[in-house]
Each structure stands twice: as structure tokens, then as C-alpha cells.
């Protein structure tokens, strides 16, 4: 089993930043991958950007490529999302998510992020 505590959303104006952070506990040592996933109202699941644990190669949606950073540290176990010139588009539900080698994936219960025109 993993934990992920998920923490750092709010509300912020159109054009400024937040970051989140994952704390994850547990079974950490078979952790592929950790990444941030959200959920707007209405909508589905969405893929925002993920992590490998072992090499830190990342991976970013198309919609936050340029804006939005993943980073990691291994010695707190917490991966982190670091969120610039932020958009009201991208007010939603931000979870964290980490999948082990096996492919099992755990959730994080999410954390809300709100951008106000």
C-alpha cells in the first residue's frame, strides 16, 4: 500500500502561480512513476504531467508544456507541481498519483485549485 497526501491548491488570480506537493508513504520503493492528474467539473480525468522516480525524466500535457514543472525528492518521498501563469481554464481537482512497476496505481484524495479571471 501507498499513502499520498496531497497539499498546496487554492484560490489564485489568472496569471499567478501555486505549488503543490505529494508526500507519499508506505510501499515507496517500487515507485515507477509519480504524476499529477485533474478533474474539472463535468469533465473527465485528465493526464497533467508525471515523473520517473529513478532518473527524473518528465512527461507534461500539451495544455501545460511551458507553464507548469514537475520536480521530485527522493529523500521526502514528495513529488511537487509548481504552477505558473495559471489560467481559469485550469481550475479543477488535482490529484496525485503514484504507479508502482507492477502497474498498480495509487491516488491521492486531491487537492482543489481555483483561478479566477
Known amino acids: 500500500q501507498v499513502q499520498l497526501v496531497e497539499s498546496g491548491g487554492g484560490l489564485v488570480q489568472a496569471g499567478g502561480s501555486l505549488r503543490l506537493s505529494c508526500a507519499a508513504s508506505?510501499?515507496?520503493?517500487?515507485?515507477?512513476?509519480m504524476g499529477w492528474f485533474r478533474q474539472a467539473p463535468g469533465k473527465e480525468r485528465d493526464f497533467v504531467a508525471h515523473?520517473?522516480?529513478?532518473?527524473?525524466?518528465?512527461s507534461y500535457a500539451d495544455s501545460v508544456r511551458g507553464r507548469f514543472t514537475i520536480s521530485k525528492d527522493n529523500a521526502k518521498n514528495t513529488v511537487y507541481l509548481q504552477m505558473n501563469s495559471l489560467k481559469p481554464e485550469d481550475t479543477a481537482l488535482y490529484y496525485c498519483?503514484?504507479?508502482?512497476?507492477?502497474?498498480?496505481?495509487?491516488w491521492g484524495q486531491g487537492t482543489q485549485v481555483t483561478v479566477s479571471s
Open positions: 508506505g510501499r515507496t520503493s517500487n515507485t515507477y512513476i
Open positions: 515523473i520517473k522516480w529513478s532518473d527524473g525524466v518528465t
Open positions: 498519483a503514484a504507479t508502482l512497476y507492477s502497474g498498480l496505481r495509487y
